[in-house]
């Protein structure tokens, strides 16, 4: 439908004009709610814009195995360990999926892999905090997987077809995940005086960098205005980090815990929370490599590519075989 106009062009050729024929009809089928598919036109930019969004997402989930990866070993109970394991193992899924959306962009995986083991990629801040203690566990599903689901809902009816069919699935499982962490949270809240403050200590050093994983403000949010007339993005950073608090703040109350925010108010006329000023210096560091963490889970990516060399030359192999004894019958 979206190259109607093209078809009736003149003998003279005028690639501007085909150009800007092209993006009206582009911009009228996202106005309409049309899905944008992989083989469809589609403008430079806007390819150039999911490719950046999608792997930097699908990098997050892959960094963000290593620091709920560090309690596997040490989950409090055979129960907690499985539970761990599958959260673990999903979002490795996650990761996956996501780069199968990118790659339908016409980008290579090995690409997109090599951008962020070198580090030209980026990848959520969150990730680059360490997991101190096992009430850790709790906060990332809580908070962090609670954040995740608030920005990835709308990211189910993104304009771009397999982009939005991947986060359907996995938003249901992160779903699951938010719940598993605030049950631990819930747990531990009911628990000695030691594990309350053990949740009361995680919530405290998690909280304010779960809202950082909105990105900057929206006066700051360099991408945010195309994104959105591009419904990549349905609603903005800001809009995004204010629903999480409003949802965040009644499930603290519920088990117990204190928020760290000293401004945090609620305001009776609009029903939300005010919360206080974020250390976006903070914020600035660790996107520039200097959080807690960041050294390490490169390093851990990257001991973990080299590492998995042979798998992925066994399947190389294998498929070469196949290949040739397809080719051969
Ligand atoms: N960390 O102009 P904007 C998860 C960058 S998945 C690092 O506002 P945009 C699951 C941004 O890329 C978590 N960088 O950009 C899980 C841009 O840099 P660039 C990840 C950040 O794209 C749970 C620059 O700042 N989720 O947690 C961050 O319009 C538990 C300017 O920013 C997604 O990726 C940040 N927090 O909006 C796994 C969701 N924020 O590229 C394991 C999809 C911003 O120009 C355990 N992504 N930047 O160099 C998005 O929705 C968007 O990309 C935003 C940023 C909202 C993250």
Request: contains cysteine; charged residues 25%.
């Amino acid at each position: 439908m979206y190259t109607q106009g093209l078809d009736q062009k003149s003998d003279a050729v005028d690639p501007q004009r085909d150009d800007e024929v092209r993006l009206r009809q582009f911009q009228a089928r996202i106005d309409q709610e049309e899905k944008i598919e992989a083989k469809d036109w589609m403008p430079d930019a806007y390819r150039k814009t999911l490719i950046r969004q999608i792997s930097q997402h699908a990098h997050s989930e892959i960094v963000g195995m290593l620091p709920e990866g560090n309690w596997i070993t040490r989950a409090p109970t055979l129960r907690r360990k499985a539970i761990l394991l599958a959260k673990v193992q999903d979002e490795a899924g996650h990761g996956l999926y996501l780069y199968s959306a990118a790659e339908t962009l016409g980008v290579s995986r090995d690409e997109l892999i090599d951008q962020m083991l070198t580090g030209k990629a980026k990848y959520s801040s969150i990730f680059n905090y360490p997991t101190l203690t096992w009430a850790d566990i709790g906060a990332i599903g809580w908070l962090v997987d609670g954040a995740a689901i608030m920005n990835q809902i709308p990211l189910c009816r993104c304009s771009y077809g397999p982009y939005a069919r991947a986060m359907v699935r996995v938003c249901k499982e992160e779903s699951f995940h938010q719940r598993q962490g605030y049950e631990i949270m819930l747990t531990l809240s009911r628990g000695s005086d030691e594990q309350i403050r053990m949740a009361q200590d995680a919530l405290n050093r998690w909280w304010w960098p779960s809202l950082m994983m909105f990105g900057p403000g929206d006066a700051d949010s360099k991408h945010s205005a195309q994104s959105m007339a591009w419904k990549i993005k349905r609603f903005s950073n800001d809009e995004l980090r204010q629903k999480f608090v409003d949802v965040t703040v009644p499930q603290a109350d519920y088990i117990g815990l204190k928020m760290p925010d000293p401004d945090l108010r609620k305001n009776d006329e609009t029903g939300h929370y005010k919360y206080g000023e974020i250390d976006w210096e903070e914020f600035m560091q660790v996107l520039a490599g200097n959080g807690p963490c960041n050294r390490e889970r490169l390093e851990s990516r990257q001991h973990a590519h080299a590492e998995g060399q042979w798998v992925r030359d066994a399947a190389t192999a294998y498929a070469e075989k196949q290949a040739a004894r397809q080719a051969a019958a």
